[in-house]
């Protein structure tokens, strides 16, 4: 079933030139885990936000499980749990104070929204934050809070805004558990932007790859590999003070100091390490092509 | 078909929800519901009682209903505006616009919580004014309806400055004036004799008028049948006024 189907929306904000979502069109299905990836400006937020209904369209049309999202102001709100990129806080409420009152105002009755308070507690594992108020959390808690919060009331569609902003590793994973668990368990349909190509991989069923405002890509990780899968990426890392030097004709590209990325055929691999002088290098690493190869072809690239 | 939808609460339930989600407020609000609410017009009604203390009873009796007037003001516009900037420009209204509510009991919870949250304000200021003046306050049970009615339009002002302004800085440098402008504007702490009578006329366009003139009826007396007439505009001005807050609201796009 075709949970939301985007057809050729566009959104200029005023005083801007370029628009921050142009002519996107996108169909998610019902139990997809989606994700969206694209630089700092793409137009993954704002694409979002006119998903769920907070931010009007110039042109084109989005519609929820066939309806609309702006034709009924209750639509988006009664199927979709939202997390904002940027929230501060929750009011003055408590953890447990935020999620009860949540679940409740989700229809849930009092005695459903308390036991629904007590599972997202303990499946987001942040119980003994029960009676802290929400101003006074850390930046990764405020985020567990902000994505319990969304959940509450089981909505069958989750739309998030990097979820995994904020968090230590060992939190990344537990979102990203939760967040299966939650697809396997309950078949919901989860939206998500985020950056962290690499752990997204985990979940991502399906991606859609933004640019300027513009889809560049969509579809299965595996499909859109093989537009970068006849290449091997070669992970060479090195002390920043010292390049190591490479075999004439290769292109590199610094992921961060330290750090290049250099991809090769297939047939030319053996030859290469074979050049690669081992003392100028602390390790490398070879491995196909990842998400984060499609996320730096398609978003970072020109086409 | 899309999957059942759970139906959306009663509104009763909304607005009992998110009154006691705004009524958390006083979490961060208290001191400035102190400093504003009480000791600003506190000390209003001392600078002014001083000067007025030997122009009679009824001038002291509009220091005294100007005091509390602008006791409503501080702690309802001011509060109301600052709560709504916080939202808009903290992203906190996006929480409350992906919930299945209605965006007027949004309006509404938020006005009341204040409302609440100013009466022990309120009281304190007329109390210790009473005290201070030698005015003494004789309640007339009209007073249940006069102050919910003196602080929506209030209220409901604050709310506009606080969507309609660009920046949380430019609310808080308009809210400064209106509030200014509503105090000076008309008789509402020296009475009509001393002013002009184009301030007089102007007063007429603005609540703290008719809000100033039906609290000193309701507290001091005597009540008249202008009451009815404070009271009625002062209805009627909350009506368009939180009509223009639910145009304004920055929020759901359908």
Not at chain 1, 102 to 120: I, K, M, P
Not at chain 1, 209 to 227: C, E, M, N, T, Y
Not at chain 2, 200 to 208: D, E, F
Request: charged letters at 20%; proline letters at 6%; glycine letters at 8%.
């Amino acid at each position: 079933m075709l949970v939301y189907d985007v057809q050729d929306v566009v959104k200029t904000y005023p005083g801007q030139a370029r628009p921050a979502t142009d002519h996107v069109s996108l169909q998610i299905q019902e139990g997809e885990i989606f994700g969206l990836l694209g630089d700092n400006g793409a137009g993954k937020t704002t694409l979002v936000r006119q998903m769920v209904n907070l931010l009007r369209s110039d042109a084109g049309r989005i519609t929820l499980y066939g309806r609309p999202v702006n034709q009924d102001p209750l639509h988006v709100p009664l199927l979709v749990g939202y997390m904002p990129q940027e929230s501060q806080a929750l009011n003055n409420l408590s953890v447990g104070e935020a999620l009860f009152f949540t679940a409740h105002l989700r229809g849930l009755s009092r005695a459903d929204a308390r036991q629904e308070r007590d599972a997202l507690l303990e499946l987001w594992q942040i119980g003994d934050l029960r009676d802290k108020y929400s101003p006074r959390l850390s930046g990764g808690q405020r985020r567990l809070l902000r994505l319990a919060v969304a959940t509450a009331g089981s909505p069958p569609v989750l739309v998030l805004d990097e979820p995994t902003n904020d968090l230590d590793p060992q939190r990344r994973k537990l979102v990203w558990d939760v967040l299966r668990h939650l697809n396997r368990e309950r078949g919901t349909t989860i939206i998500f932007i985020t950056h962290d190509a690499i752990e997204a991989e985990k979940v991502i069923q399906r991606v859609g790859i933004l640019r300027d405002g513009r889809l560049v890509a969509v579809g299965r990780p595996s499909d859109l590999k093989q537009a970068v899968d006849r290449k091997l990426r070669l992970e060479l890392i090195f002390s920043p003070d010292s390049s190591p030097d490479l075999p004439p004709g290769l292109v590199r590209r610094e992921v961060q100091p330290g750090r290049w990325v250099v991809l090769l055929d297939w047939s030319d691999v053996m030859t290469v390490l074979g050049q690669l002088n081992l003392a100028q290098l602390d390790d490398f690493r070879l491995y196909s092509a990842t998400l984060e190869d499609l996320y730096l072809r398609y978003a970072a690239e020109p086409s | 078909m899309p999957p059942n939808r759970r139906k959306p609460p009663p509104l009763l339930v909304q607005l009992v929800d998110l009154l006691l989600i705004e009524l958390t407020n006083w979490r961060w609000s208290w001191r400035s519901l102190v400093i504003t609410g009480v000791i600003t017009p506190l000390l209003s009604v001392v600078a002014l009682g001083f000067f007025a203390r030997d122009s009679g009873r009824d001038t002291l009796a509009y220091v005294l209903t100007g005091s509390l007037v602008m006791s409503l003001m501080f702690a309802n516009m001011g509060n109301v505006r600052s709560h709504f900037a916080y939202l808009r420009f903290m992203g906190a209204l996006d929480y409350f616009a992906t919930l299945p509510i209605q965006r007027y009991m949004l309006i509404l919870a938020v006005v009341l919580s204040f409302l609440l949250l100013s009466l022990p304000s309120l009281v304190a200021t007329a109390l210790a004014g009473s005290l201070v003046l030698g005015v003494s306050i004789t309640l007339h049970p009209a007073i249940l309806l006069v102050v919910p009615l003196c602080a929506l339009p209030l209220a409901g002002i604050g709310a506009l400055l606080g969507f309609i302004a660009r920046t949380p800085e430019e609310g808080s440098s308009l809210n400064l004036l209106v509030t200014m402008v509503l105090l000076g504007l008309g008789p509402v702490m020296i009475p009509p004799d001393h002013l002009p009578g184009t301030l007089v006329a102007l007063g007429r366009l603005s609540p703290a008028t008719y809000a100033a003139s039906a609290l000193r009826q309701a507290l001091i007396g005597p009540v008249t049948g202008q009451i009815v007439v404070d009271l009625a505009v002062l209805a009627g001005l909350t009506i368009v006024i939180f009509w223009l807050v639910g145009r304004k609201m920055d929020w759901r796009q359908g």
